[in-house]
């Protein structure tokens, strides 16, 4: 068999394994349900969705429901701080939004209502009606992804944007910032019963935006120049 031959037998090897694959997962979660539903299907796996935050997790069988054209996908940008930007510990600061394509100041009661209902389009404008979050979590390591279930800062951005902007302050008049770490701040924009906005095509451009801060303790900057003035006074000693 000529080396030619040989790769042109894997790459239909490996594409008989895709399908097959696939196939199996269709399987697992369909089985032989005319109407694919999931839920009926598996119901020994899960319990039905019935509005509730259910952290052993269960199965909607509620649609989709209306899917935006490309011109009106959900696009997200945090203006506010800078990538990469050093802010003081445990001293409020204001998160700033862009978001595009999304009529906001939209949500059910995510107590009694979460994953309860579809998504919508406005029929006049062809964007979808929902809301956004910002959530901040700790980052203990830069290889390694955060655990969702730890966050420092987390609030859901219900009001109406002010001109397709939305602004959060991050602390309290009590509870001023966060401490000194490296962070990672995200949106994480929602549909009106708070599912993840549902996009027409698979390529696309992300509908939400992270960021890195840094934030610092107040004398990190002072202790940082001692250390650098000892260093230029042993040196010429």
Same mark, same amino acid.
């Given at each position: 068999m000529n080396s030619r031959l040989a790769v042109l037998l894997l790459i239909v090897l490996a594409s008989t394994i895709t399908l097959v694959s696939s196939q199996s997962v269709a399987d697992q979660f369909f089985k032989a349900e005319a109407d694919n539903n999931v839920c009926r299907a598996n119901s020994d796996r899960f319990e039905p969705t019935d509005g509730l935050q259910k952290r052993q997790g269960s199965c909607s069988d509620t649609v989709q429901g209306e899917i935006p054209d490309v011109d009106h996908m959900v696009s997200s940008l945090i203006v506010e701080p800078e990538n990469g930007q050093k802010l003081p510990a445990n001293k409020n600061f204001t998160v700033k939004i862009s978001t595009i394509n999304l009529i906001t100041g939209f949500f059910d009661d995510p107590a009694t209502e979460y994953?309860?209902?579809?998504?919508?389009?406005?029929?006049?404008?062809? *964007? &979808?009606?929902?809301?956004?979050?910002? !959530? &901040?979590?700790?980052?203990?390591?830069? *290889?390694?992804? $955060?655990?969702?279930?730890?966050?420092?800062?987390?609030?859901?951005? *219900?009001?109406?944007?002010?001109? +397709?902007?939305?602004?959060?302050?991050?602390? !309290?008049?009590?509870?001023?910032?966060? $401490?000194?770490?490296?962070?990672?701040?995200?949106? %994480?924009?929602?549909?009106?019963?708070?599912?993840? !906005?549902? %996009?027409?095509?698979?390529?696309?451009?992300?509908?939400?935006?992270?960021?890195?801060?840094?934030?610092?303790?107040?004398?990190? +900057?002072?202790?940082?120049?001692? !250390?650098? *003035?000892?260093?230029?006074?042993t040196k010429f000693l």
């Open positions: 994953y309860k209902f579809p998504q919508v389009v406005d029929k006049d404008t062809g *964007n &979808i009606f929902g809301h956004s979050h910002v !959530t &901040i979590q700790l980052l203990k390591s830069d *290889n390694v992804a $955060p655990d969702p279930k730890l966050f420092a800062f987390f609030k859901g951005l *219900n009001d109406p944007a002010d001109d +397709g902007f939305f602004f959060q302050v991050v602390g !309290t008049e009590t509870n001023n910032g966060l $401490p000194a770490g490296h962070y990672r701040i995200c949106t %994480m924009v929602a549909s009106f019963a708070h599912q993840p !906005t549902i %996009m027409p095509v698979a390529q696309r451009g992300a509908q939400d935006d992270c960021i890195r801060i840094e934030v610092v303790d107040k004398d990190d +900057g002072k202790k940082k120049r001692n !250390t650098l *003035n000892k260093k230029r006074k």
